[in-house]
């Protein structure tokens, strides 16, 4: 339905008296030659950038499920307390502070030292506490199998 949808409404904007195709960033500088302020507002915003979003989804949906998966069928990991959230936390803050790397970052957000960003500062301690508790619970106790 929503496609059948948007085709009208594709096809009721090609009646218009002068339509235009810009299917691209490059379509849109060329239907325009004589606008150099349009060229400049347009170069800012349509750069090439990295699709951080699907990035996210793979690493942070697919394999964290998988990895905690994987840790809780073949490690066995809730038999350690503690295991299972620390590979979690550990995981995702490793996969968050590696793909800061490519986001487009916050124009509000300070740039701290060393070229971290607010991002990447908020993922370190998830790093951290993540490892503290896969250390904790690898060297701890572990609970009884169940029947």
């Known amino acids: 339905m929503g496609g059948a949808v948007f085709r009208q409404a594709i096809d009721a ?10 299917n691209n960033a490059q379509d849109i500088l060329t ?6 302020e349009l060229r400049d507002a347009l ?5 090439p950038r990295h699709p951080s979003q699907l ?3 793979c690493l942070e949906g ?13 490690l066995k990991s809730f038999e350690r307390p503690g295991l ?9 803050g490793l ?14 957000m ?3 030292p060393f070229g971290l960003t607010m991002g990447m500062m908020l993922s370190a301690p998830m790093v951290i506490g993540g490892l503290a508790l896969v250390a904790y619970a690898w060297n701890g106790r572990t609970l009884p199998r169940r029947a």
């Open 31 to 36: 239907a325009y030659p004589n606008k150099p």
């Open 43 to 47: 170069a800012k915003i349509l750069t």
């Open 95 to 108: 996969f968050r502070f590696s793909l800061e790397n490519v986001r487009e970052p916050d124009a509000t």
């Open 110 to 112: 300070p740039i701290f």
């Open 13 to 22: 904007a090609k009646t218009l008296p002068h339509p235009l195709e810009l």
């Open 55 to 57: 990035y996210e989804a």
């Open 84 to 92: 299972t959230i620390g590979i979690f936390l550990f995981c995702y």
């Open 62 to 74: 697919l394999a964290l499920f998988t990895i905690l998966w994987l840790a809780a069928h073949k």
